[in-house]
Each structure stands twice: as structure tokens, then as C-alpha cells.
């Protein structure tokens, strides 16, 4: 085989590769149907549906303690009094432009950093509320969110 056609068949194996690799790619990120399983074990628990946001967002409720820990210490800080981490950017309007939660007007949602140890800068976890008491968690900057059961 002369180096020319060896050249031309890798290029096209690599072509190939490419798009399989793609074709797999967005098959595994389709939305998986979601289950209709309860999220706790517990007896007590709030139903899923008496957790501030969750019927109305559709998403998965997550008890705050299932959460890293700075999680539950941001929580701690939203309407205190102490400081926050990052005076300018917590408590500032989340727009939603995702659109990953529910639609509401501008101002609806507020966001709070959730420290991640050993990032150099703010990181990608955040707590987001919602002027109806809801309280949602993304800890990869918005692409995905839970609502958080603050009452576990």
C-alpha cells in the first residue's frame, strides 16, 4: 500500500472514530426518565412534593446533610447576620438562563457561593433560592441542579 492510500485510510478510520464517538456521546446525555422511587428511607420524611420547589421544578430532592458540608454552613449564613464569603457575589439575582429551574421574573432567584476546599477562586457549587422558600443546589455551575430538603 503506497503512503498516500495508507494516509487516506487513517484518516478516514480517524473520521469514522469521531463520529461514533459523538453518536454514543449523545445518546448516554438524553434526560433519563425519572423515577417516581422516593428519595429517603426514612419514615418522617417529607414527601418529595412538601419540599418547598420540588413539584413545581420536577427535579430530585436531596436532604441538605446528603450535601458537602459547606453546603449546610452557606445554608446557615442566607438571612443571618454574619458575612458572607463573597460579599459581591452572594445573594446577587440569579437569572436562570439555563433553564434549568422553574421560570419566574427577574429577582425571583438569589445565588450563594458553596466554598469548594482548595479552588483557587469561587468554585462551581452554588445554593440558589426562591422567594417561595426554595433552595436548590448545583455543584457544576448551573448544568444541573437538585432541591434541597433543608429539614434533613
Not at 17 to 36: A, H, M, Y
Not at 110 to 133: H, N
Request: glycine content about 10%; overall charge positive; charged content about 25%.
Amino acid at each position: 500500500m503506497s503512503p498516500g492510500r495508507r494516509l487516506t485510510v487513517a484518516l478516514v478510520g480517524l473520521v469514522l472514530l469521531v463520529l461514533v464517538g459523538w453518536f454514543v456521546r449523545e445518546g448516554s446525555s438524553k434526560p433519563q426518565p425519572e423515577s417516581s422511587a422516593p428519595t429517603s428511607t426514612s419514615s418522617s420524611a417529607a414527601k418529595p412534593a412538601e419540599v418547598p420547589g420540588a413539584k413545581e421544578s420536577g427535579l430530585e430532592v436531596t436532604a441538605l446533610s446528603a450535601l458537602p458540608p459547606e453546603a449546610a454552613k452557606t445554608y446557615k449564613l442566607i438571612g443571618g447576620e454574619a458575612p458572607m464569603p463573597y460579599p459581591k457575589n452572594d445573594g446577587v439575582t440569579f437569572e436562570n438562563r439555563e433553564k434549568r429551574l422553574p421560570q419566574q421574573k427577574s429577582g425571583y432567584y438569589k445565588e450563594y457561593t458553596v466554598p469548594t476546599p482548595g479552588s483557587p477562586d469561587r468554585g462551581a457549587r452554588r445554593l440558589v433560592t426562591g422567594s417561595k422558600r426554595e433552595v436548590y443546589y448545583t455543584g457544576d455551575h448551573y448544568a444541573s441542579f437538585v432541591v434541597v430538603d433543608v429539614k434533613k
